[in-house]
T-cell receptor, first 115, second 113 residues
Framework: AQSVAQPEDQVNVAEGNPLTVKCTYSVSGNPYLFWYVQYPNRGLQFLLKYITGDNLVKGSYGFEAEFNKSQTSFHLKKPSALVSDSALYFCAVRDSGAGSYQLTFGKGTKLSVIP | DAGVTQSPTHLIKTRGQQVTLRCSPK?????VSWYQQALGQGPQFIFQ???????QRGNFPDRFSGHQFPNYSSELNVNALLLGDSALYLCASSLGTGNSPLHFGNGTRLTVT
């Protein structure tokens, strides 16, 4: 079975400061990893993904994430937070093995950027 | 370029009734997945459709069923509704069987009373 843990329900950061949203995963094979963002009463928007290759992945709106296989982590980062980054962030994992199509999400982390 | 569209946006049903939710995928996408998002939780995988067949199913009872049409649009049906079925139902589309990211609609908010 595959799973995702987002240990922080909420992260508060001051505008202009760097932000990190944590994610760890468990999967039997090699992982495909994703970050999504959700604004109130909306669906999820794709931010970035790790499939293979470089451990540092760059995505939309200045976000990046670092894949760490030994720690089974995929933390989301941004060098300078904006108030408009305030939203709900979801990490997700999928097993790269054949016949596996299910994307498993974490419970989400609410990011609040304080002006 | 239209994204994923879902209808209706809101729905109120009574316990025991049946409901049908509809989804049109993003242009060019051929795969549709359905998720249930309870309040304060992450989305839970219901099932995925590809080439008009259910390709994989999550841990949901048989009361949840679906269909994919030749134009790639999809329906989610839920029978014998329970109060616990109240949630946001999200449809997501993607391309093929690879690792392309999911594109989500804004969801259907189902309330069961």
């Amino acid at each position: 079975a595959q799973s995702v843990a987002q240990p922080e329900d909420q992260v508060n950061v001051a505008e202009g400061n760097p932000l990190t949203v944590k994610c760890t995963y468990s999967v039997s094979g090699n992982p495909y990893l994703f970050w999504y963002v959700q604004y109130p009463n909306r669906g999820l928007q794709f931010l970035l993904k790790y499939i293979t290759g470089d451990n540092l992945v760059k995505g939309s709106y200045g976000f990046e994430a670092e894949f760490n296989k030994s720690q089974t982590s995929f933390h989301l980062k941004k060098p300078s937070a904006l108030v408009s980054d305030s939203a709900l962030y979801f990490c997700a994992v999928r097993d790269s093995g054949a016949g596996s199509y299910q994307l498993t999400f974490g419970k989400g982390t609410k990011l609040s950027v304080i002006p | 370029d239209a994204g994923v569209t879902q209808s209706p946006t809101h729905l109120i049903k009574t316990r025991g009734q049946q409901v049908t939710l509809r989804c049109s995928p993003k242009s060019g996408h051929d795969t549709v997945s359905w998720y249930q998002q309870a309040l304060g939780q992450g989305p839970q995988f219901i099932f995925q459709y590809y080439e008009e067949e259910e390709r994989q199913r999550g841990n949901f009872p048989d009361r949840f069923s679906g269909h994919q049409f030749p134009n790639y649009s999809s329906e989610l049906n839920v029978n014998a509704l329970l109060l616990g079925d109240s949630a946001l139902y999200l449809c997501a589309s993607s391309l093929g069987t690879g690792n392309s990211p999911l594109h989500f609609g804004n969801g259907t908010r189902l309330t069961v009373t």
